[in-house]
């Protein structure tokens, strides 16, 4: 069956891990034992986020002055080729016979969506709170909490949602005819019609699961399963009494009730998903992807 494959950015890059290609490739090569046993029997399209890895180019970028700051649809460019390379790398490893590819993935947002006025999506490095709000005041950045305690901070930015995938029909012609595909890095570029038609840039981050839900969609495919670095759903995540769902009807999440920019967005495409094609989607690890779709770990949401 085909099955798309949403692999977050915080999955390739751990809590407490620096922000570095080794540990990005020791991360995916754990990660590629696992797909690699689905591939073999299922049809596999990859899309990964980028929050760390846009945010760490956007401060590289920042740093040098000799050049304005490259804008976020580039950037988002770029972490789509380095974290392709690094997926293709330990997926050619773990499944030589397969030919995989990935696509440079524009996505058409609308330019009045409100998301431009209340940044949500987390990227870059992890702060302390006095950290972020100087560099906020330096920057001009928006900032908030990432996780329950507030200890955690983080840049956020604008995350609209996503419209449609330019390169649908190119993705869908490689998945026909066998190939493991790599594609909407990020959520996609974020795009928007320019005067003359063609796709132009617009300054965002799209969220990857939202993208994951209408690639799926569009794809046609049997499940949309949800990979990140917590092992499912929790029901009063952070607390003393929080617990995994196991399983749980697509109309009784509330995606509102999770966190904006990081479980929320998995709830709401894993319900929209669901409720859209009467198919299951799944929420839980990275390394237990047999695992999540055979119910023996993570969240399974059903129509």
């Known amino acids: 069956m085909r099955i798309l494959v949403a692999i977050g950015g915080n999955a390739l890059l751990k809590r407490g891990d620096t922000l570095g290609i080794g540990e990005q490739r ?34 590289e970028a920042d ?9 976020l649809d580039v950037l988002g460019a770029e972490s789509q080729g380095m974290i392709g390379y690094v997926i293709e ?7 030589p016979e397969r030919e995989i590819v990935t696509v440079l ?24 709170k006095k950290t972020a709000q100087a560099l906020a005041a330096e920057r001009g950045w928006s900032v908030a909490p990432d996780g329950p305690d507030g200890k955690a901070w983080r840049r956020v930015v604008a995350s609209p949602a996503p419209r449609s995938i330019v390169q649908l029909a190119a993705i869908r012609r490689l998945v026909d005819s066998g190939c493991l595909v790599v594609c909407a890095g990020g959520g996609g570029i974020p795009v928007q019609p320019g005067p003359e038609g063609a796709p132009e840039g617009v300054e965002a981050v799209i969220d990857k699961d939202l993208a994951a839900c209408l690639l799926a969609k569009d794809l046609d495919a049997a499940c949309l399963l949800i990979l990140t670095d917590v092992d499912g759903v929790y029901k009063a995540w952070g607390t003393p009494a929080q617990k995994r769902i196991e399983a749980v009807s697509a109309r009784a999440l509330d995606p509102a009730s999770f966190a904006a920019g990081s479980m929320g967005p998995k ?11 009467g198919r299951p989607a799944f929420i839980g690890a990275l ?17």
Do not use: C, W
Not at 89 to 95: D, K, S, T, Y
């Open 26 to 59: 020791r991360n995916m090569a754990e990660a590629a034992t696992a797909l690699a046993n689905l591939a073999r029997e299922h049809e596999l399209v990859l899309v990964h986020g980028n929050g760390p890895q846009v945010g760490l180019l956007a401060l």
């Open 63 to 71: 740093a040098y002055k000799g050049a304005p700051p490259y804008p």
């Open 89 to 95: 790398e330990a997926m050619r490893r773990a499944l």
């Open 105 to 128: 993935t524009q996505t058409l947002v609308d330019p009045a969506d409100p998301a431009f006025a209340k940044p949500s999506k987390p990227i870059g490095p992890v702060y302390d």
């Open 267 to 277: 709830i709401e495409a894993a319900r929209d998903f669901a409720l859209a094609t």
């Open 287 to 303: 390394g237990k992807a047999a695992d999540i779709l055979s119910g023996r770990s993570g969240t399974r949401i059903d129509p």
